[in-house]
């Protein structure tokens, strides 16, 4: 093994024997394979029973819904939507929704299987689900999205609710559309139901945080590592893959730390500037033009160009599977924070892991939001409101709580964070599934 700068040593895992050529001997892109890959690892190290492991790397439950939608033409357009649920042995099914072009079943499924390791990673009592309807939100009004959410909602009805299945947002699905899921849920069974879904607006219960939570999460992971590899956050340069709610909220908090944010980036490219650029001012410009491209005082670059740039942290947050053979010996940054759902292959991971680049993992890196989803919910539950100071204090409690019980695992099992993550994740989920036994 290459020498290792003592400073990097305490997330660098020693002797790791690579699992994934073993494992899956061409690189994978298809995100449902992924995630079993992935699982896989885990549950060798775990020494799970075969049969143990085939309930956890396959859904309990996949719903394919039609959603004829009126457009405002007068057309009827028929979407598809899904919503999966992983696991829930460790309680209600709990993810975001995403409305994109390119939802795929697959996709869904991996996304849930990922919420359910990701809840298990920061100990919340949830288990892991995801739903996406296949549509281009960018091309559609707001009267046009709202009768398609409140369609899919009802499609969806008979299997979610606050203690069976709780979604929340996910990429093109924002709070207004939380709302809109709540009040078809509410008009149909009768009675008020906060809890049937989280990142609502703060006026029908939703939590103070829950915009930010997913940045603030990740930042505080961040920082957590950057202790251990003695990377001052000050002046640090920083690179995003991804405005949208959570990039954009990661430049900003980066910013306020004085790390620098050295290029930002959208679906039509990116800017770059290594003196730094003013966060607040990309996103006015992204409001106003609709993407960071052609901001002043910054150049252009393309994404593929963003992820391989000379830089401390690279945070993807935009989709997955960008990390992949094809870059991965070219990325530059010192550690990765993947702010996205599944933003590396598995063999792109053994590739940076083996260039002695840090790689912090989605379900630990990116559970900030979830967590605080569940904060949201027990408030709801429980007739509470906490203010701001209240839900993020508990938040970086629960994130450093989750980081450093990460580390333990790595340091027991000698593996990188992200094994460390899904061991720690993965053991808990199966000794849930153990416990509670086979039904019937
Ligand atoms: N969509 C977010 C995620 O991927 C949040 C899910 C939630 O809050 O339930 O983690």
């Not at 079993?36 to 029973?49: S, V």
């Not at 924070?337 to 063999?347: K, S, Y």
């Given at each position: 093994?290459?020498?290792?700068?003592?400073?990097?040593?305490?997330?660098?895992?020693?002797?790791?024997?690579?699992?994934?050529?073993?494992?899956?001997?061409?690189?994978?892109?298809?995100?449902?394979?992924?995630?079993?890959?992935?699982?896989?690892?885990?549950?060798?190290?775990?020494?799970?029973?075969?049969?143990?492991r085939q309930i956890l790397r396959t859904p309990k439950r996949v719903l394919e819904v039609s959603v004829p939608t009126k457009m405002d033409n007068?057309?009827?357009k028929v979407l598809t939507g899904y919503r999966v649920q992983h696991n829930v042995a460790r309680g209600p099914g709990k993810g975001g929704i995403r409305y994109h072009p390119n939802v795929t079943l697959d996709e869904v499924k991996a996304m849930a299987a990922w919420m359910t390791w990701k809840t298990a990673a920061v100990n919340v009592p949830f288990g892991g689900a995801k739903g996406g309807v296949i549509c281009d939100p960018k091309r559609m009004s707001k009267s046009e999205l709202e009768r398609m959410?409140?369609?899919?909602?009802?499609?969806?009805?008979?299997?979610?609710?606050?203690?069976?299945?709780?979604?929340?947002?996910?990429?093109?699905?924002?709070?207004?559309?939380?709302?809109?899921?709540?009040?078809?849920?509410?008009?149909?069974v009768g009675h008020a139901a906060p809890g049937?879904?989280?990142?609502?607006?703060?006026?029908?219960?939703?939590?103070?945080?829950?915009?930010?939570?997913?940045?603030?999460?990740?930042?505080?992971?961040?920082?957590?590592?950057?202790?251990?590899?003695?990377?001052?956050?000050?002046?640090?340069?920083?690179?995003?893959?991804?405005?949208?709610?959570v990039g954009s909220a990661a430049a900003r908090l980066f910013a306020e730390k004085k790390a620098r944010i050295v290029a930002i980036s959208d679906t039509r490219g990116g800017v770059a500037n290594p003196r730094g650029i003013d966060p607040i001012k990309a996103i006015r410009y992204k409001e106003r033009s609709g993407t960071?491209?052609?901001?002043?005082?910054?150049?252009?670059?393309?994404?593929?160009?963003?992820?391989?740039m000379k830089c401390d942290i690279l945070v993807?947050?935009?989709?997955?599977?960008?990390?992949?053979?094809?870059?991965?010996?070219?990325?530059?940054?010192?550690?990765?924070?993947?702010?996205?759902?599944?933003?590396?292959?598995?063999?792109?991971?053994?590739?940076?892991?083996?260039?002695?680049?840090?790689?912090?993992?989605?379900?630990?890196?990116?559970?900030g939001g979830v967590t605080v989803s569940y904060f949201?919910?027990?408030?709801?539950?429980?007739?509470?409101?906490?203010d701001a100071e209240e839900v993020d204090a508990r938040l970086q409690k629960t994130m450093t709580r989750a980081f450093h019980e990460m580390l333990e695992t790595m340091r027991k099992h000698h593996v990188p964070p992200r094994a460390g993550a899904m061991i720690l994740a993965v053991g808990r989920v199966a000794e849930a599934t153990l416990v509670r036994g086979l039904f019937p």
């Open positions: 093994m290459a020498t290792v700068p003592k400073s990097t040593a305490p997330l660098r895992p020693a002797g790791v024997a690579p699992l994934v050529p073993r494992i899956a001997p061409r690189e994978e892109l298809n995100p449902f394979r992924i995630a079993q890959i992935q699982f896989d690892m885990a549950a060798e190290f775990l020494k799970l029973d075969p049969s143990l007068g057309q009827v959410t409140r369609r899919y909602a009802s499609e969806i009805l008979p299997i979610i609710g606050p203690d069976q299945d709780i979604p929340a947002p996910d990429m093109y699905t924002d709070a207004q559309t939380m709302a809109w899921i709540m009040d078809t849920y509410a008009m149909t049937v879904v989280t990142g609502k607006p703060l006026s029908v219960g939703g939590s103070a945080g829950r915009t930010d939570a997913t940045a603030r999460g990740l930042l505080c992971v961040v920082e957590e590592a950057c202790k251990l590899k003695k990377i001052p956050l000050r002046g640090a340069s920083v690179a995003i893959q991804g405005f949208g709610n960071v491209v052609g901001m002043p005082g910054a150049s252009r670059i393309s994404n593929d160009d963003l992820l391989t993807p947050a935009a989709l997955e599977g960008v990390l992949t053979l094809h870059n991965a010996d070219q990325v530059k940054a010192r550690i990765v924070a993947e702010a996205a759902n599944g933003p590396t292959t598995p063999h792109a991971d053994e590739v940076l892991v083996r260039r002695g680049i840090t790689i912090l993992p989605d379900i630990l890196t990116n559970a949201e919910w027990v408030q709801n539950q429980q007739g509470l409101i906490w």
